[in-house]
């Protein structure tokens, strides 16, 4: 077979391989976007949290949506869950085991293993989780990740209900940290441009993503890789 007809034939396949991936990827993001939830399932979180209405319990199913979204975006990494209320449905959505089963099957293509929900700390592990977490999060909203005027929903609903066991989030809280407040975590802790260690700043390092970018569309140009950024001292903001 002449050389130039293997060419093409190889140039073929990897052009097929990539389309045939992008449509895989989209078909799955549109399923976890239009996925019904198991009948009765936004109704255990009542027991959990009774003093959410039943508009409070579909915000968090959709919260949750974004979680799944973040999962698939980032190329099925470790990611970390920020919010104590969405965690608390993921758990119970488990819990129906075939649905939830079949679900990471076809919005997957395998199984999404639970991990608790995690704040900014000593684990590097959920550091970088969290901080994946956030990225895709911020994308998904069309909001730019590095400079961020507002919550994504998965970083929100805790703060909004002000749930005494959540974790409360703010874009940017430099100035309640000057005021002493210690309870709250950073959106600006995942954006810094300084991984030093010796700053006080608390900030992740985006230097290694120099291929990804926020842009209009909400997309990232490398898919957000994860390379060598940690939290630095104090990031955490305090204990909750």
């Given at each position: 077979m002449p050389l130039f007809l293997l060419i093409v034939i190889a140039v073929l396949g990897i052009f097929l391989f990539v389309f045939w991936s992008r449509w895989r990827s989209a078909a799955r993001a549109d399923y976890i976007?239009?996925?019904m939830f198991p009948p009765g399932l936004l109704d255990t979180l009542i027991k959990l949290r009774p003093e959410l209405s039943l508009k409070d319990r579909q915000l968090v199913a959709r919260a949750l949506r974004q979680y799944f979204l973040v999962y698939l975006k980032s190329g099925y990494q470790h990611i970390s869950m920020p919010s104590q209320v969405v965690d608390d449905l993921w758990h119970e959505f488990i819990l129906y085991t075939k649905n939830y089963e079949l679900f990471c099957r076809k919005a997957f293509g395998r199984f999404m293993h639970h991990t608790p929900a995690a704040v900014l700390g000593q684990?590097?592990?959920n550091n970088d989780g969290l901080r994946r977490t956030w990225w895709?999060?911020?994308l998904e909203e069309n909001i730019n990740p590095r400079k961020a005027t507002r919550l994504p929903l998965l970083f929100a609903l805790d703060g909004k209900w002000n749930l005494a066991d959540g974790f409360r989030y703010e874009?940017?809280?430099s100035a309640l940290r000057k005021?002493?407040?210690g309870t709250v975590y950073c959106g600006g802790d995942f954006s810094g441009s300084s991984s030093d260690s010796s700053?006080?700043?608390g900030s992740y390092d985006f230097s290694g993503d120099?291929?990804?970018g926020f842009d209009s569309s909400g997309s990232s140009s490398d898919g957000g890789s994860d390379s060598g950024s940690g939290c630095s001292g104090g990031c955490s903001?305090?204990?909750d």
């Amino acid at each position: 077979m002449p050389l130039f007809l293997l060419i093409v034939i190889a140039v073929l396949g990897i052009f097929l391989f990539v389309f045939w991936s992008r449509w895989r990827s989209a078909a799955r993001a549109d399923y976890i976007r239009t996925y019904m939830f198991p009948p009765g399932l936004l109704d255990t979180l009542i027991k959990l949290r009774p003093e959410l209405s039943l508009k409070d319990r579909q915000l968090v199913a959709r919260a949750l949506r974004q979680y799944f979204l973040v999962y698939l975006k980032s190329g099925y990494q470790h990611i970390s869950m920020p919010s104590q209320v969405v965690d608390d449905l993921w758990h119970e959505f488990i819990l129906y085991t075939k649905n939830y089963e079949l679900f990471c099957r076809k919005a997957f293509g395998r199984f999404m293993h639970h991990t608790p929900a995690a704040v900014l700390g000593q684990s590097r592990r959920n550091n970088d989780g969290l901080r994946r977490t956030w990225w895709f999060a911020c994308l998904e909203e069309n909001i730019n990740p590095r400079k961020a005027t507002r919550l994504p929903l998965l970083f929100a609903l805790d703060g909004k209900w002000n749930l005494a066991d959540g974790f409360r989030y703010e874009p940017d809280c430099s100035a309640l940290r000057k005021n002493g407040d210690g309870t709250v975590y950073c959106g600006g802790d995942f954006s810094g441009s300084s991984s030093d260690s010796s700053s006080d700043s608390g900030s992740y390092d985006f230097s290694g993503d120099s291929g990804s970018g926020f842009d209009s569309s909400g997309s990232s140009s490398d898919g957000g890789s994860d390379s060598g950024s940690g939290c630095s001292g104090g990031c955490s903001g305090g204990g909750d």
